[in-house]
């Protein structure tokens, strides 16, 4: 039913890493075809006022860009593999299916934030750090008018400058990891190595000039409300993240913004069968991943900032077109880029991990799996009582991980709760995205975008 | 241009997501969970979580953080699981 539509370089997502692979690939003539989930460029980071008609970014001529559109599928053909699309608006029934066939594919499909649970996280009112971040950059909206932002890294601190921007009061920035020493003996330092002096000086500016508190070792334990969050209580934690008895502080606020780090979003390197490892794709060199012709960049090879991610993508768009035969010269300031950049995140990594007292913060009856409204004490028993110990087998019998969110958000939790040591162990999906049945049918005829075939060079 | 929120005449901008519109109104919550029947709104803001699920010119399951609006939506709180009408 569907034609077979052709590009050479199929480039998945269009912030940091996927905005660099398209142009470097671009650059040697072959044809690329960048597909992204947003109407404007810039993936999270990036991320642009979806209000204006301005665009930030320019693509080079020739370069398709498939704006609202979903890759759901990737599957292996001869030659490459094919990208199965959805364009159109968010969950329409009515968006257009396109195949496209590539040889060569760049995944850049990023991360999300890691949110812990704790006693009320569930209610409205308590965000992700990242959703009050799209929400002040994208929407010019504050997720609340008193906000307090909590959870660990770097990335707190200009979602606390982007909420001040959109006019709420920040009361206060908790880091639950431990101030830490030497060249990271600030928060702002934390950064700097990565060449960003000057955007975390802006942020330390606006935390200054708002008297906003800045505390490290401390964690919001439990949110409370009836249909919303009207308080929370915050404790000191010890080394493991255990709150340090009679520590507990009771804060008014109406939204909670929470981020421990970031989660890749990993689905369709797995459906491609790429290797992981630590819950990361294995790249090489040239940014390619362990099956022939697909590629990877950024957040999915490991966190690393969009600095990093920038510098994959070059050597990811690169090494795609040589693969397709094009004409390349080594990408060796990119290269070296890489390097250094993966010396920063490991430094990085290790002084903002998440650390296990986390799991004490729950109680019996805190949410786990918010889809399925699993609790912790559903999940022990799954586990203790039923010994459903894979993954597969605490899905069954849990139901953690089976909602609609497809275990993206309790994923390496119930990982770790349930002793899992695998943190990707949730993250195969047949399915990249959700899709109505009345589109797997094919109800409507498959349209295509006019691509030319072949390399150009 | 303008949009129903439950019924009620909403303002709405181009490039407004139904989230945006939402929040901007007061609203952080617009769908009952299928269990326990409980309130939720924007969790994760960048179409991963599923919480946010909302129904649009009668068809449910949308992603308010992700859909953006059109004069005339129709959008109203979503009620546990709830097929297209």
């Known amino acids: 039913m569907s034609r077979t539509v052709v590009s050479s370089i199929v480039v998945i997502g269009a912030g940091p890493a996927g905005l660099a692979a398209t142009r470097a690939a671009a650059d040697t003539g072959a044809d690329v075809t960048l597909i992204d989930a947003a109407p404007k460029l810039g993936g999270q980071y990036h991320r642009q006022d979806a209000r204006t008609g301005d665009e930030r970014f320019a693509l080079p001529a020739g370069v398709q860009h498939l704006r609202e559109s979903v890759v759901w599928a990737i599957e292996p053909i001869d030659g490459g593999h094919r990208a199965h699309v ?6 329409s029934p009515d968006r257009t299916g396109t195949s496209i066939d590539a040889a060569a594919l760049v ?11 704790f006693p009320g996280w569930d209610l409205p009112g308590v965000f992700t750090a990242g959703a009050a971040q799209a929400l002040a950059k994208g929407q010019g909206v504050a997720v609340g008018s008193r906000v307090l932002v909590a959870g660990t890294g770097p990335f707190l601190l200009p979602v606390a400058s982007s909420l001040v921007g959109v006019g709420a009061e920040v009361v206060a920035i908790l880091e639950a990891n431990a101030a830490v020493r030497g060249w990271l003996s600030n928060p ?20 200054v000039r708002h008297r906003i508190p800045y505390r490290a070792r401390r964690a919001v334990i439990e949110a409370h409300g009836a249909d919303r969050v009207e308080a929370v209580t915050t404790a000191r934690l010890d080394a493991d993240w255990s709150p340090l008895p009679g520590s507990e502080k009771t804060m008014e606020v109406d939204a909670v913004a929470v981020g421990f780090g970031f989660t890749p979003q990993l689905e369709l390197a797995v459906s491609a069968r790429c290797e992981l490892r630590d819950g990361f794709v294995v790249v090489d060199a040239a940014q390619a991943t362990s099956v022939p012709g697909v590629f990877a960049a950024g957040e999915l090879t490991g966190i690393g900032g969009a600095t990093l991610s920038a510098a994959e993508g070059a050597v990811a768009g690169a090494a795609a077109a040589r693969h397709v035969g094009a004409e390349v010269r080594p990408p060796l300031q990119a290269m070296r880029r890489i390097r250094s950049g993966r010396r920063f995140a490991a430094a990085l990594g ?11 913060w729950l109680r019996d009856d805190t949410l786990v799996c918010r889809c399925e409204e699993v609790d912790y004490a559903a999940l022990r028993g799954a586990r203790n009582d039923r010994d459903a110990t894979g993954s597969r087998s605490l899905k069954l019998v849990s139901r953690a991980g089976l909602g609609l969110c497809q275990g993206r958000v309790c994923g390496a939790n119930v990982a770790e709760l349930s002793g899992i040591d695998d943190p990707a162990a949730f993250a195969g999906r047949p399915m990249a995205v959700p899709l109505r049945l009345c589109e797997l049918a094919g109800a409507d005829p498959e349209a295509t975008p006019e691509i030319e075939p072949g390399v150009k060079v | 241009m303008r949009v129903r929120v439950d019924g009620e005449v909403c303002e709405a901008e181009e490039g407004q997501t139904v989230a945006g519109v939402l929040l901007a109104a007061g609203r952080n919550s617009w769908r009952s969970t ?13 179409g991963v979580c599923f919480d946010c699920l909302v129904v649009v010119n009668g ?10 609006v059109e004069p005339d939506d129709e959008i109203r709180t979503q009620h546990g699981a709830e097929l297209p009408s």
């Open chain 1, 107 to 117: 995944l850049a499909t990023g991360a999300y934030d890691r949110a812990l649970p």
């Open chain 1, 86 to 91: 959805r364009t159109g608006p968010a969950d």
């Open chain 2, 59 to 68: 068809v449910p399951d949308v992603r308010a953080c992700q859909r953006r």
């Open chain 1, 350 to 360: 290790e002084a903002y991990p998440v650390r296990p007292g986390w799991r004490t």
């Open chain 2, 34 to 46: 299928r269990r326990g029947g409980r309130p939720r709104g924007v969790f994760c803001g960048i």
């Open chain 1, 188 to 207: 702002f330092g934390a950064l700097a190595g990565a060449g960003k002096a000057g955007e975390l000086a802006a942020y330390a500016a606006t935390l």
